[in-house]
């Protein structure tokens, strides 16, 4: 198969453009197998996907040093079907689905990395707990006896607008939110320590605001076609 679009080079060309402490998660979700073989030809070895039976079909075919992120909304029934071999799971949203992944990752006898996400963006359709459900969830203490996730830090998403400003913003409120949390809750743990924000469009202004790990798709792959 030919790929249309240079995925190496424009790997590269991301590359040169992030901090070398910055994380990458090559976001291949609606591409096909054979796009992230290029990225995996050119090095890259941690891979974003949104849909579990998308992600199933990949994991099966695909070389088993991949670390795989799992960057969508997670329904708490499809956590059974990746619990043995995710790498992360970047955007747990509710209490429920964190009891469920530590069920089923407690069954494979697995610890498994989690971000939370948050609802910062303005956008109502988007997932994420806001700040003040985040705050309750955290001060509730259960996730404490939690002993087969591991919460590494948050995940957000800016608002889909041109809105520069705007986007620094949300990211400066996500930075300034893990500052809180951080202190609060994880002063002593050196695992939470990431802040996933920064796409293709936004990723520049979100190394700014102190991102730790961005999740970029099309600027690498190309336009999805769904
Ligand atoms: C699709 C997706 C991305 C990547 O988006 P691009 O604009 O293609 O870089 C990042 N994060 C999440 C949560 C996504 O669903």
Redesign the pocket.
Known sequence: MTLNVDVAANLRAVKATLPEDVKLVA?S?FHPAEYIEAAYSAGQRVF?E?HEQELSKKYEVLPKDIEWHF??HLQTNKVKYIAPYISMI??VDSMKLLKEINKQAAKHDRVVNVLLELHIAEEATKYGFTLDACREMLDGGEWRSLENVKICGLMM?ASNVDDEVQIKQEFDTGAKFFDEVKEKYFAGDDSFCERSWG???DYEIAVLCRSTMV?????IFGE?VY
């Open positions: 976001v979700k974003g949104s960057i969508g970047d955007a998403m796409m293709s469009g999740r970029i798709g099309t600027a999805r």
